[in-house]
């Protein structure tokens, strides 16, 4: 079946500007993942969500920063007026499930590079 | 993970040849680990994984050996190929929790 899927792929926004970012996570996938990449770094975990509850929001890094999973499938990550250090890729990742104490692989998705000018 | 900014550590080796890619984690208690390929434009792809229980596990071409009494990690990737050129990243889990921690990555060349 189809992998993790982002749009849009690219998005550049001014300063100040609302932005909407999209994941469509692996059908079936109860678990699903949020993380910001800055050019040149491994991921940092922003928030994870298992079906439409967000169980940790912890890593969000202010409060212009907000994700939702309204049916358990689609995720939005929002960004309130974008600021220059906002630019990063925002990638997405779901697994299968989530057990108590039990790791499971991650699947992630190609990412959406936003630029802030 | 700690940040090297634009400037990657970097492993050039030989089409052929073994490489080892190292990584130093910081959570004594963290108890699953995982390695990441990400090329170009795209997501990290999981390749292997490890748990604390277990020192080595072995994977098709791929080797994670886990140390730790010294909190290190390695994967050797044997007879390197062009297509394993991409930069591998390190990942930490612990007990279970919803949180991946990511190392910084190394860059790896391969030279036809």
């Known amino acids: ?117 | 993970g700690e940040s090297v900014g634009l400037h990657l550590p970097t492993l050039s080796v030989q089409e052929g040849d073994n490489s080892i890619i190292n990584c130093a984690y910081s959570n004594s208690a963290s108890d699953y680990f995982i390695w990441y390929k990400q090329e170009s434009g795209k997501g990290p792809q999981f390749i292997i994984d490890i748990r604390s229980n277990m020192d080595k596990r072995q994977g098709q071409r791929v080797t994670v050996l886990l140390n730790k009494t010294v909190k290190h990690l390695s994967l050797q990737i044997a007879a390197t190929q062009p297509g394993d050129s991409a930069v591998y990243f390190c990942a930490e889990n612990k007990g279970g929790g919803f949180k991946t921690i990511f190392g910084a990555g190394t860059r790896l060349f391969v030279k036809a």
């Open chain 1, 1 to 117: 079946g189809a992998g993790v899927s982002q749009s849009p792929r690219y998005k550049v926004a001014k300063r100040g500007q609302d932005v909407a970012l999209r994941c469509d996570p692996i059908s079936g996938h109860v678990s699903l993942f949020w993380y910001q990449q800055a050019l040149g770094q491994g991921p940092e975990f922003l928030t994870y969500f298992q079906n439409e509850a967000q169980l940790d929001k912890s890593g969000l890094p202010s409060d212009r920063f907000f994700a939702e999973r309204p049916e358990g499938s689609v995720s939005t990550l929002k960004i309130q007026r974008t600021q220059q250090e906002d630019s990063a890729v925002y990638l997405c990742a779901s697994s299968f499930h989530r057990l108590a104490g039990v790791q499971e692989t991650q699947y992630f998705g190609p990412g959406t590079r936003l630029l802030v000018l």
